[in-house]
């Protein structure tokens, strides 16, 4: 019996890549190289980027679709 996948939010999958960079933080933190306070906040921004990026494209591609 197959079931049909209902594909996550952006929202929930920018959060997840959020924790990931926290959690990644967090084991750097007791390593011998911790990130920066600046690399910290570089890696969020990138994050950030992306997911707006993709939300443009998706907005995008929308209108195509009911055009």
Do not use: C, F, S
């Not at 594909?7 to 959060?15: H, N, T, V, Y």
């Not at 969020?44 to 992306?50: F, K, N, S, T, Y």
């Amino acid at each position: 019996m197959a079931t049909v996948i209902e594909p996550r939010p952006l929202a929930d999958l920018e959060q997840d890549a959020l924790a990931r960079i926290e959690a990644e933080m967090a084991r750097r933190a007791r390593g011998v190289k911790p990130w920066t306070t600046t690399e910290y906040v570089q890696r969020i921004e990138r994050v950030h980027a992306h997911y707006e990026q993709r939300r443009q494209w998706l907005r995008t591609h929308e209108q195509e679709a009911t055009a």
